[in-house]
């Protein structure tokens, strides 16, 4: 069988217009609420994956990855992971291989697989972060996301996110 050649015409088409739009401006008020809250409260409460989860939570909002249940859930998970590896282990390559490998397996068993937390014990585990981490920035932060997806999501189209909650 021969081997096809992939043409950009085999990439999916670009979403509407609108639907662009909306998603960039779901992502700069999630992360412009987080930066803001930073500022006020003096607590940090950004990172990087955070940008991540917005591209899944406004671009591909019906992606099982984008759901609160996995944005919440996975962020906490992964966090948490870290910070139980780094106590116990210390921060060496392989911790952080384990953690992360670790991360996976318990956010596919408890459904709550989100791409961008694969990255949170990385963070976690390079920064030594305290475990008031938990809270702030990712339980905040993970809530300001899904609030400001349910809000952005379902101004594009009634009803249309989350598809479960919980």
């Known amino acids: 069988m021969p081997i096809r050649r992939l043409l950009v015409s ?3 088409p670009a979403p509407p217009f609108k639907f ?3 998603s960039s401006l ?17 607590i940090p409460w950004l990172m990087a994956p955070f940008g991540a989860s917005c591209v899944l939570a406004f671009g591909v909002p019906d992606s099982p990855l984008a759901q609160p249940r996995a944005i919440v859930g996975g ?14 282990f210390g921060a060496s390559w392989l911790a952080c291989a384990f953690a992360v490998a670790l991360a996976l397996g318990v956010m596919q068993i408890t459904r709550t697989v989100h791409a961008p937390a694969g990255g949170n014990p990385l963070i976690v585990m390079a920064a030594h972060a305290p475990v008031s981490y938990l809270v702030s920035p990712v339980l905040a932060g993970s809530l300001v996301i899904v609030f400001t997806a ?16 919980i």
Do not use: Q
Not at 32 to 37: C, D, N, R, V
Not at 75 to 88: D, K, R, S, W, Y
Not at 150 to 165: A, G, I, M, Q
């Open 20 to 22: 662009v739009l909306l």
């Open 10 to 12: 085999d990439a999916p």
């Open 150 to 165: 349910w809000v952005v999501n379902n101004l594009r189209s009634p009803r249309s996110y989350p598809h479960y909650w």
């Open 75 to 88: 962020h906490l998970i992964a966090t948490a992971i870290g910070l139980v590896m780094v106590t116990l």
């Open 26 to 42: 779901g992502a700069l008020i999630a992360i412009a609420i987080t930066g803001w809250l930073s500022v006020v409260s003096e």
